[in-house]
């Protein structure tokens, strides 16, 4: 079964970075648009970085500029770089193909950002 295992979250302080991790399992990753989302508690998940097969990259506004996201398809992992985090940033932190696969989202992330 396709498993995806968020890692890497934690309390930064605003202006600090974070990078977090996701290990895909079950998934030929390479074959896949990759993404990072994220969720705060009444508020739907959105989607904040996306990498496609051939590493085109796009980024919410509030992302642009300061999260990179890379993949390692040999290793199945994908990777967010955060970077001058805002608290604003503050949410569970999700990873998933392009368009999701809802019944596989894993547990998630938890990024907490300090003002």
């Known amino acids: 079964q396709v498993q995806f295992v968020e890692s890497g979250g934690g309390l930064v302080q605003a202006g600090g970075s974070l990078r977090i991790s996701c290990a895909a399992s079950?998934?030929?990753?390479?074959?896949?648009?990759v993404g990072w989302y994220r969720q705060v508690p009444g508020k739907q998940r959105e989607l904040v970085a996306s990498?496609?097969?051939?590493?085109?990259?796009n980024y919410a506004n509030s992302a642009k500029g300061r999260f990179t996201i890379s993949r390692d398809n040999a290793k199945k992992t994908v990777y967010l770089q955060m970077n001058v985090l805002k608290p604003e940033d503050t949410a569970v932190y999700y990873c998933?193909?392009?368009?999701?696969?809802?019944?596989?989202w894993g547990q998630g992330t938890q990024v907490t950002v300090s003002p």
């Open positions: 079950e998934i030929t990753l390479s074959s896949y648009t």
């Open positions: 998933n193909v392009v368009p999701a696969w809802n019944p596989y």
């Open positions: 990498m496609s097969t051939g590493g085109s990259t």
